[in-house]
């Protein structure tokens, strides 16, 4: 069974950064596309930030500039690191891997970031 865990949320002030990590219990790792996401209660979940297993990178427009995703195939790891954070961040933000060229997919349970003074 794959198992998904996001870790490094927390309470930051604006304009600070975090980073997020998700570690995934799986045999190899390299056929995973992987990508964060965020919900704000209330509204749909959305994507922050993709990376392929190409190593391809995608980013909504709304963290452009300030996130960056990487991922490290050997650690079986992903990560976000998130500058010039703003209250707007704040959300509950999932780890999802999905199967390359399957509709197989696995989420982490979520961490909270929270951008606030």
């Known amino acids: 069974q794959v198992h998904v865990a996001e870790s490094g949320g927390g309470l930051v002030q604006p304009g600070g950064s975090l980073r997020l990590s998700c570690a995934v219990s799986?045999?190899?790792?390299?056929?995973?596309?992987m990508a964060w996401y965020r919900q704000v209660p209330g509204k749909e979940r959305e994507l922050v930030a993709s990376?392929?297993?190409?190593?391809?990178?995608g980013y909504a427009d709304s963290v452009k500039g300030r996130f960056t995703i990487s991922r490290n195939d050997a650690k079986k790891q992903m990560y976000l690191q998130m500058d010039s954070l703003k209250p707007e961040d704040t959300a509950v933000y999932y780890c999802n891997a999905k199967v390359s060229r399957s509709e197989l997919e696995y989420w982490g349970q979520g961490i909270q970031v929270t951008v606030s003074s």
């Open positions: 799986v045999r190899v790792f390299g056929i995973l596309n």
């Open positions: 990376i392929a297993i190409t190593g391809t990178r």
